[in-house]
């Protein structure tokens, strides 16, 4: 009982506009209150009316009341809250701007929850209650909130559109069948659901098997990533350690010569000093020698001089060569120039040696992109199966035979309006892009067809040469022509020769930028050439005209 006063509590004091517990209350002059905002909201949507009413009793006031906040009220409301009552989150099911209102609240409206495909009407929680409880009720469609609901009634009947014609591929209702679409072929609209059904499970199937054939292609182009990267990495690791070797052994030689050089200099100076320290003890001798000789000759007695004369010792033999040959400043001079003639023989195999080395990191692109096939059966191992994107094909193209064949009609073709169509030129792009290495083949009859590759940002709109494959810098195109062809790109045109073939093969390397056009009968034959870089995916493009011109995008096998 205690939990149902707290209940009847809470209604009382709850607006009836939003359902919440009363936010700053106002009462209006006939008795009922309402949050200060919610009821602010109401009146300013009867502004342009003039007339302003009571959401609960439609009393009316003129002029636009004065709200003034109802203290009492509120601070009644903040005691039940303090008593455990808790207003609900602020705008927890206001119907804002993108939200589908309830088409059955009034003032400020709450998010529906539930759309009737019946009643084409949606509900809130509260007002889809009778859709639950009364019988006749239960039995309308439920849905999800759906803004789209008036787009099931016919805008010239009035009525809901419960049929499809398939004629005409749109929906109708029962009046319609009357008079415009009297003899088309209709179903009802279930029945065209169905089969409709089935044919997209049937697309999803393909789709789903198409990401699991892409995400295999994601694994192994992961794998080739981390096996680029773990040989990259070995690479570095190896060269670091042979480059470090390398370096060692030069210093080390260095440090040979340095402790050669030091050891033979020791050895010199060595030899000289011993040789010096000889010619000074002759030097002192010989001074001694000249002292006694000069004492001698100053002796005055004559017999004395001659007494002595002969006591006097000869002299000895030098110990050292007559003559020293001195080379200043040229002692190591030769091993000098022995470790620059080395430096110089090992700086011309460093840069012959890099160049190589260069030269075999730059192939290593080359290594991971095969070259280009040289026979058909080659070609055919890369060969990707592309369907064409109606969305971009030219008014005056009809496709067919599973949107792989394009043929050029006077008669325009009813496409809806889209974006990515080519409004000027006689063209249509694929579907699928083209990357890593792939190969296809187009057979075309009469007039001049182009067969191209481009980015898919190329310009749609006009005649203009941003939009024609191969007059701008996002295309590259083949044209094809009773008795010659022409390569175009970037408007600069390039006359071929080749022999003449209904079948033109397209090979791309994405990663090498390379592209090739082969004229495809009993033996391939290149007709041209490209080597570039390209920078985003590719798309196969037709450019077809003339009177019942087609080209068809071959399944190779």
């Given at each position: 009982?205690?939990?149902?006063?707290?209940?009847?509590?809470?209604?009382?004091?709850?607006c009836s506009?939003?359902?919440?517990?009363?936010?700053?209350p106002v009462?209006?002059?006939?008795?009922?209150?309402?949050c200060m905002?919610?009821?602010?909201?109401?009146?300013?949507?009867e502004?342009r009316?003039?007339?302003?009413?009571?959401?609960?009793?439609?009393?009316?006031?003129?002029p636009r009341p004065?709200?003034?906040?109802?203290?009492?009220?509120?601070?009644?409301?903040?005691?039940?809250?303090?008593?455990?009552?808790q207003?609900?989150?602020?705008?927890?099911?206001y119907?804002?701007?993108?939200?589908?209102?309830?088409?059955?609240?009034?003032?400020?409206?709450?998010?529906?929850?539930k759309s009737?495909?019946?009643?084409?009407?949606?509900?809130?929680?509260?007002?889809?209650?009778p859709?639950?409880?009364?019988?006749?009720?239960?039995?309308?469609?439920?849905?999800?909130?759906?803004?789209?609901?008036?787009?099931n009634?016919?805008?010239?009947?009035d009525?809901?559109m419960?049929?499809?014609?398939?004629?005409?591929?749109?929906?109708?209702?029962?009046?319609?069948?009357?008079?415009?679409?009297?003899?088309?072929?209709?179903?009802?609209?279930?029945?065209?659901?169905?089969?409709?059904?089935k044919?997209?499970?049937?697309?999803?199937?393909?789709?789903?098997?198409r990401?699991?054939?892409?995400?295999?292609?994601v694994?192994?182009?992961?794998?080739e990533?981390?096996?680029?990267?773990?040989?990259a990495?070995?690479?570095?690791?190896?060269s670091?350690?042979?480059?470090?070797?390398l370096?060692?052994?030069?210093?080390?030689?260095?440090?040979?010569?340095?402790?050669?050089?030091?050891s033979?200099q020791?050895?010199?100076?060595?030899?000289?000093?011993?040789?010096?320290?000889?010619?000074?003890?002759?030097i002192a001798?010989?001074?001694?020698?000249?002292?006694?000789?000069?004492?001698?000759?100053?002796t005055?007695d004559?017999?004395?001089?001659?007494?002595?004369?002969?006591?006097?010792?000869?002299l000895?033999?030098?110990?050292?060569?007559?003559s020293?040959?001195i080379r200043?400043?040229?002692?190591?001079?030769d091993?000098?120039a022995?470790?620059?003639?080395?430096?110089d023989?090992?700086?011309?195999i460093l840069?012959?040696?890099w160049?190589?080395?260069?030269l075999?990191?730059?192939?290593?692109?080359?290594?991971?992109?095969?070259?280009?096939?040289?026979?058909?059966?080659?070609?055919?191992?890369?060969?990707?199966?592309?369907?064409?994107?109606?969305?971009?094909?030219?008014?005056?193209?009809?496709?067919?035979?599973?949107?792989?064949?394009?043929?050029?009609?006077?008669?325009?073709q009813?496409y809806s309006?889209?974006?990515?169509?080519?409004?000027?030129?006689?063209?249509?792009?694929?579907r699928?892009?083209l990357?890593?290495?792939?190969?296809?083949?187009?057979?075309?009859?009469?007039?001049?067809?182009?067969?191209?590759?481009?980015y898919?940002?190329?310009?749609?709109?006009?005649?203009?040469n941003?939009?024609?494959?191969?007059?701008?810098?996002?295309?590259?195109?083949l044209?094809?022509y009773?008795?010659?062809?022409?390569?175009?790109?970037?408007?600069?045109?390039?006359d071929?020769s080749?022999?003449?073939?209904?079948?033109?093969?397209?090979?791309?390397?994405?990663?090498?930028?390379?592209?090739?056009?082969?004229?495809?009968?009993?033996?391939?034959?290149?007709?041209?050439?490209?080597q570039?870089?390209f920078?985003?995916?590719?798309?196969?493009?037709?450019?077809?005209?003339?009177?019942?011109a087609?080209a068809?995008?071959?399944?190779?096998?």
């Amino acid at each position: 009982m205690a939990q149902k006063g707290v209940q009847l509590d809470q209604e009382a004091f709850s607006c009836s506009i939003c359902l919440d517990l009363l936010k700053d209350p106002v009462t209006t002059a006939c008795g009922h209150s309402y949050c200060m905002n919610c009821i602010k909201f109401h009146f300013d949507e009867e502004d342009r009316k003039g007339i302003h009413s009571c959401p609960e009793c439609r009393k009316t006031f003129i002029p636009r009341p004065v709200l003034e906040k109802n203290i009492m009220l509120a601070n009644l409301v903040e005691q039940l809250k303090k008593t455990g009552l808790q207003a609900a989150p602020a705008d927890h099911c206001y119907a804002g701007p993108e939200d589908v209102a309830c088409d059955v609240c009034t003032g400020r409206k709450l998010k529906a929850i539930k759309s009737c495909l019946f009643c084409l009407a949606s509900y809130c929680e509260k007002h889809l209650q009778p859709h639950y409880d009364v019988a006749p009720l239960k039995k309308h469609k439920l849905g999800a909130p759906s803004k789209k609901l008036q787009e099931n009634i016919c805008s010239r009947h009035d009525e809901v559109m419960k049929i499809f014609c398939r004629t005409d591929q749109q929906s109708i209702c029962y009046l319609c069948t009357m008079d415009e679409h009297k003899g088309h072929e209709t179903v009802p609209a279930a029945a065209e659901r169905t089969e409709k059904q089935k044919q997209l499970e049937l697309r999803r199937l393909n789709i789903q098997q198409r990401i699991q054939e892409q995400e295999k292609d994601v694994k192994l182009l992961q794998q080739e990533v981390e096996a680029i990267n773990g040989s990259a990495d070995k690479a570095v690791e190896d060269s670091e350690k042979m480059f470090t070797e390398l370096i060692c052994l030069i210093q080390k030689r260095s440090s040979d010569v340095k402790q050669q050089v030091r050891s033979q200099q020791e050895t010199e100076v060595s030899r000289v000093k011993e040789l010096q320290e000889k010619l000074e003890q002759e030097i002192a001798e010989l001074k001694r020698k000249d002292g006694e000789l000069e004492q001698l000759s100053h002796t005055e007695d004559h017999n004395q001089f001659l007494h002595n004369y002969p006591s006097l010792s000869a002299l000895s033999e030098s110990t050292h060569s007559s003559s020293i040959n001195i080379r200043p400043l040229r002692y190591f001079e030769d091993v000098t120039a022995a470790v620059s003639e080395t430096r110089d023989i090992l700086q011309d195999i460093l840069r012959e040696e890099w160049t190589n080395i260069s030269l075999t990191v730059t192939a290593e692109d080359v290594l991971l992109s095969p070259p280009e096939p040289k026979t058909r059966a080659g070609f055919l191992k890369c060969s990707c199966e592309i369907t064409l994107d109606p969305n971009t094909a030219n008014t005056h193209l009809l496709l067919s035979e599973g949107n792989r064949k394009a043929k050029f009609m006077k008669q325009q073709q009813s496409y809806s309006d889209h974006p990515d169509r080519f409004t000027g030129w006689r063209q249509v792009l694929s579907r699928e892009s083209l990357t890593g290495r792939c190969y296809c083949e187009v057979e075309w009859r009469g007039g001049t067809v182009c067969v191209a590759v481009t980015y898919k940002n190329i310009s749609r709109a006009g005649r203009g040469n941003e939009c024609g494959f191969g007059y701008n810098d996002k295309s590259w195109a083949l044209y094809c022509y009773t008795n010659s062809y022409k390569f175009l790109h970037n408007n600069v045109n390039t006359d071929l020769s080749g022999p003449r073939s209904s079948r033109v093969g397209v090979y791309l390397d994405h990663r090498a930028g390379i592209l090739s056009f082969y004229s495809v009968s009993e033996t391939m034959t290149l007709l041209h050439r490209v080597q570039t870089t390209f920078t985003q995916p590719l798309y196969a493009g037709l450019y077809i005209w003339g009177n019942g011109a087609t080209a068809e995008l071959i399944k190779v096998k």
